[in-house]
């Protein structure tokens, strides 16, 4: 734990297609995450526009597909300019023309939507590596702003600013040819794939909108020491040389030119500071493989990153990210150099050109290139095993569930890790569920049939995030490590020291060791001040969660609920915000954040619990609209839009529990409208569930019956008796009764219940 206040867990350098994708799945896996980007809007220029089988396969594992339309499909791709059919065994073979602009758009919204913050106009200038923790310092619209954070991405291109600032190497080779590239308005070239002329190769492609995309090389010349764009006359003079064809009458809408040179940092890990895209390696951008091979970057880093900024990460899980996508790095860039030598090569390279062409029709060696031309043969290092699945993308299949027919795809769109148990056996499928429940919050367990697919026979099936299978096994036997090693560590291994040999208390063993079941969690409980938000505080901080205690009016009570929660050994801290007026939620949230990012490096929220509320005790005659609609504001609107608010908070496997009351049972003719209040309060738990069900974050009602809260009332004895005389247990009930029924929601034993109302009003008028 960092000694320093941070200001998020992840900053991201660079708001493009890759650093987008990083930032959503950062937010998947539950890590705080800003993105600094220096442009001010994004980029109207659309240089990559290939998306390949694999990128396909991962953005519909993300359900971002559907955004995009049904693109322009083309089978056909190239190797160096050679024709290759790319069809290999894939929902999206070849390759898909997306326009990188509206990559970007759809990438931006979805990484917003999941809670990501990025800051455009923000122009990184010096970074600082830390013992625990980096610093981050950009030129803002407002004045320079300083970040502190954990960990930081360089997702800043060829040029990155984080690789200059932390003094990365980035060894390779210098350009010795180049392309020439231009969108031009307003002229007329025949339509050329790869045509190779006497003097040079050109590309011509004319879009429906009537601009035509050109890209030309004049063989032997060699790249410019450039210090900017080409300008357009120059381009204007190779393409005459090469075609003979004059397009100077035409209007650049962009031009810039790239070449051949080939380089990678050594390590794309370097303790806290990582690269991915561009900005990892720098390759010619030929057949669109550079967009895909950052885009898979990031998807292979963002789950990893956020176990490891969570703290439950085992040893080397981060680390693997350099490991495998290192070597992928490479291997892209050897195949991207032999292309750049087989296109832009003179009449010196037609001999090499012909015996490829000719070795790439047969069907072997077709699959082979189109395999690693779309990342369809990526294979991750996961451990031994005779499963030809291991390391492999799990394979689109279609399956049947207990609860219906679903893909593998969809199952992973949760950004979970999945659990695979295609034995058919419900027996042990149930021994299965309960041997994985540490890592329910991060593994999808499904059973499953597969039948006359592959998957059929596989047994059992671990899936990483990123849809690679980490694990197979036909028992149970090497799950756990499996699961431990991709997945982090159980709270109990984690916390192996400090809680070993400690029983399983009771709220009664006011001992902090007692359990620790909500160890490295995070709650807040809305007016904690008092009552039985108070017992909860206390209890949930007793299991171990760093609590917020909310108050309004109560100042000294909230502040003596933290005392007492610190007392024991516990984390608290108070936030004040009236509930029911206007801009609450927004202050509740600024109090919230500040001291979650305070003591945590993070806003993430664990568990919500709603229970504030004001009680009416007025007679139908007497309540009047305004009181009537103060009620709804407090005990209805305001647990809405907390929760509403929340969700940008609550990771994958949050908690939320709304406290409801037992006169949504029982008849109190003073308590209609109060009642009312409660009644509303219920639906969130039913709709909510639904909802939230797919981030696996449970949502439940609570309803106390008469609980002794330190008003006057329960000091008269005679009052006591008859309120007692209504519950079975013939006694009013305590705020600590209460308090046990949340925690017991609130932990991972719970996990299983979701949108249900539970009647904690120790039996009351049972009849
Ligand atoms: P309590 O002792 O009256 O305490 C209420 C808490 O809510 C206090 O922390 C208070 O903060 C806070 N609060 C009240 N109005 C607020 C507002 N407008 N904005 C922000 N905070 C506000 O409560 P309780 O009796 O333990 O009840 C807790 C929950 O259980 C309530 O939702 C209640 O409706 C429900 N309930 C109670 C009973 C019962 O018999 N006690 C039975 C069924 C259901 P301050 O201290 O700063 O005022």
Known sequence: ??????????????????????????????????????????????RASTLHARTMEILDSRGLLEKFGTPPNEPRGHFGGIPLDLTLPSPYPGQWKVPQTRTEEVLQEWALSLGA?????HEVRALTVEDDHVEVEAAGPGGPVRLRALCVVGCDGENSAVRRLTGTA????????ELIRADVDGIDVPNRRFERLEKGLAIAARRDDGVTRVMVHEFGRPAGARTGEPEFDELCAVWRRVTGEDISGGTPLWINSFGDASRQVERYRDGRVLFAGDA???QMPI???????????????????????GRKASDGLLDSYHEERHMIGRRVLTNIKAQAMLLLGGPEVEAVRA?????????????????????????????????????????????????????????????????????DDPEQHAALAESTGPWLDRVTVTAARASGTDLDEAGLVLVRPDGHVAWTGPRTDGLRTALERWFGLTRAAASAGTTAGASAGTSADHGRNSMSRLE???????????????????????????????????????????????KEGGRAFAIRAELGVPGDVHELFLGLEEGLKERTGSTTLDILVNNAGVMGGVAVEETTPEAFDRLFAVNARAPFFIIQRALKNLPNGGRIVNISSGLTRCA???????????????????????????????????????????TPVFDIPEAVEQMSALSAFNRVGEPEDIADVVAFLASDEARWITGSFVDASGGTLLG
């Open 1 to 46: 734990m960092p000694s320093h206040h941070l200001d998020t867990q992840v900053v991201v350098v660079g708001a493009g297609p890759v650093g987008l994708m990083l930032a959503g799945e950062l937010r998947l896996g539950g890590a705080d995450v800003i993105v600094l980007e220096s442009r001010q809007a994004p980029t109207t220029e659309s």
């Open 520 to 566: 490295g969690k995070t709650a807040l409980v809305t007016g904690s001040s008092r009552g039985m938000g108070r017992a909860t505080a206390l209890r949930l901080a007793r299991d171990g969660a760093l609590v917020a205690v909310h108050y309004t009016s109560s100042k000294e009570a909230a502040e003596e609920t933290v005392a007492t929660i610190e």
């Open 668 to 710: 109190n003719p003073s308590e209609i409208a109060y009642a009312m209040t409660k009644g509303a309060v219920e639906q969130l738990a039913l709709h909510f569930a639904k909802l939230l069900g797919p981030r696996n974050i449970t949502i439940n009602s609570v309803a106390p019956g008469i609980t002794r809260n330190g």
């Open 355 to 423: 015996v490829v062409g000719e070795v790439a029709g047969h069907r072997p060696a077709r699959e082979h290139l189109a395999g690693m031309v779309s990342g369809l043969d990526v294979r991750y290092d996961v451990g031994e095993g005779p499963s030809p699945l291991l390391g492999a993308r799990l394979p689109h299949t279609d399956l049947v569930t207990p609860d219906g027919a679903v893909s593998t795809t969809a199952l992973l769109r949760t950004g979970h890790g999945l659990l695979l148990d295609l034995r």
């Open 287 to 309: 057949g669109g493989q550079a967009l895909n091979l950052g885009l898979q970057d990031a998807v292979n880093l963002g789950w990893k990153l956020a176990v490891q900024v």
């Open 117 to 121: 913050d990025l800051r455009r106009g």
């Open 280 to 282: 990892a390696h720098q």
């Open 170 to 177: 980035f060894p390779g080779t210098d350009a010795g040819r």
